[in-house]
Structures are given as structure tokens and as C-alpha cells.
């Protein structure tokens, strides 16, 4: 379901917004807030997306196991992997990221959006943030809804 009004997204998000995500706003276009979940055995965070906000291209390295995992709760959103269609998220969407998968995700430009996101455990990992996502590109994806 969308969400442009925050205070009808808040009512769906039952993991919070947490604080604004200084830290890595130079890899996102938009606003987006980090709300820490749990630390132990790994980082589990909710990650909402103003509407409009994306993250640019990201590769999650790993010398073994590794990737990403998201778990949407609340909005619409997008995923896309380099080379590959996107894919719309929605309340309830799983995607799980392999190691070494070029790709980016954010909300939907009329909608706010949330999910869970966590590294895949596994050795020597690392993220490598990458160009943006382009706004034409980004507009572009209107064409893709369903």
C-alpha cells in the first residue's frame, strides 16, 4: 500500500523510524532514517525511505558467504539489479541479495517505504558504494508498476 502522508505510513510501520541516517546520507538521494533493531548475532535494521529516496549502486563484497537481505514492512518501494528490470516492493517482499550483485533500492516517489535489512554473515565483508541512481532512470520507473 502507498503511503505519501507520514502520518498514515506511521500507523503501518510498527519497527519506527529511528534517527536520520547521517552516516551514509552521501550515498542516498532523499532522505532516509535507521532505526537498530539488534546488534547480536548481527546488525538487524529497519531502514525507511522518505518518498522519492533511493540509495545509489552498492556491492556487498564477501570472501565467503556475504550479501544483503530485506525484508519489507511498510509502503512501496524498488530493487533493481545492474542489467536486470526492477522490481517493485511491497508490504511483505523478500529479497535476498547475493554477494557481489551490483543493485540499488529505495521508495517508491509517492510513497514512503520501510524494510528490515541485514548483511548476510560471512568472511571479510565489505560494501562498495557506487554511482547514483540517475533521476531519469528513477522516473523511469513508473512504466514498471503494476
Known sequence: MKYLEYEDFKKADHFGLGV????????????????????????????????????????????????????????????QEWGQDPVELKEGSVVYIKEGIKHWHGAKKDSWFSHIAFEVPGEETSNEWLEEVDDVAYEGLVKYER
Open 20 to 79: 536520520k541516517n547521517e552516516a551514509y546520507a552521501a550515498y542516498f538521494i532523499g532522505q532516509c532514517y535507521l532505526n537498530l533493531l539488534t546488534k547480536e548475532p548481527f546488525a538487524i535494521s529497519n531502514v525507511t525511505f522518505e518518498p522519492g529516496c533511493r540509495n545509489n549502486w552498492h556491492i556487498h563484497h564477501a570472501k565467503s558467504g556475504g550479501g544483503q537481505m530485506l525484508i519489507c514492512t511498510a509502503g512501496e518501494g524498488w530493487y
